[in-house]
T-cell receptor, first 113, second 112 residues
């Protein structure tokens, strides 16, 4: 069965520092992987998705993620954090039938000035 | 336009009330979803509609009743809810399976 594990429930960085949010997946078939961001009192916004094309995926707001099959990882990075990046981030994988998303538990990103 | 619109944004209801949540998308997506999200938790899938037919019901209590009147609209009818049903209810849509879902801003429901 498909699953994702997000390492670190809370990550704190300084403004301008590298952002690294970790996600490992488990899948018996080539996965479709996603990163979503949720700002307080809002819905989820799709940041980027991996659908078996390029392994380095660029998303919105300067974020990118690299699919590494050997490490079963899909970590999210951003070179320089902004205060506006503070939010909850969810990694997700499509289930085998492709009919639903399976979410990780989420990582809260805090950015300090 | 990647917008999914949910109404109302906030809803307070008593345990004997009947209310409905509404969701609308005009992206031509053929799959629509209802999720429930508690504070500090990931969304939990409730229902999936594919081509206007209910394809997944994740063992949701019958006090939640989904309806898909057409390919652009999705409703969630609520009746005799419990206080533990208080949560953020999210609607999402996708063009096809595996290509990513687009979420609405949600309805924050409080059951008194």
């Amino acid at each position: 069965a498909q699953s994702v594990t997000q390492l670190g429930s809370h990550v704190s960085v300084s403004e301008g520092a590298l952002v690294l949010l970790r996600c490992n997946y488990s899948s018996s078939v080539p996965p479709y992987l996603f990163w979503y961001v949720q700002y307080p009192n809002q819905g989820l916004q799709l940041l980027l998705k991996y659908t078996s094309a390029a392994t380095l995926v660029k998303g919105i707001n300067g974020f990118e993620a690299e699919f590494k099959k050997s490490e079963t990882s899909f970590h999210l990075t951003k070179p320089s954090a902004h205060m506006s990046d503070a939010a909850e981030y969810f990694c997700a994988v499509s289930n085998q039938a492709g009919t639903a998303l399976i979410f990780g538990k989420g990582t809260t990103l805090s950015v300090s000035s | 336009d990647t917008e999914v619109t949910q109404t109302p944004k906030h809803l307070v209801m008593g345990m004997t009330n009947k209310k409905s949540l509404k969701c609308e998308q005009h992206m031509g997506h053929r799959a629509m979803y209802w999720y429930k999200q508690k504070a500090k938790k990931p969304p939990e899938l409730m229902f999936v509609y594919s081509y206007e037919k209910l394809s997944i019901n994740e063992s949701v209590p019958s006090r939640f009743s989904p309806e898909c009147p057409n390919s652009s609209l999705l409703n969630l009818h609520l009746h005799a809810l419990q206080p533990e049903d208080s949560a953020l209810y999210l609607c999402a849509s996708s063009q096809d399976s595996g290509v990513g879902q687009y979420f609405g801003a949600g309805t924050r429901l409080s059951v008194l």
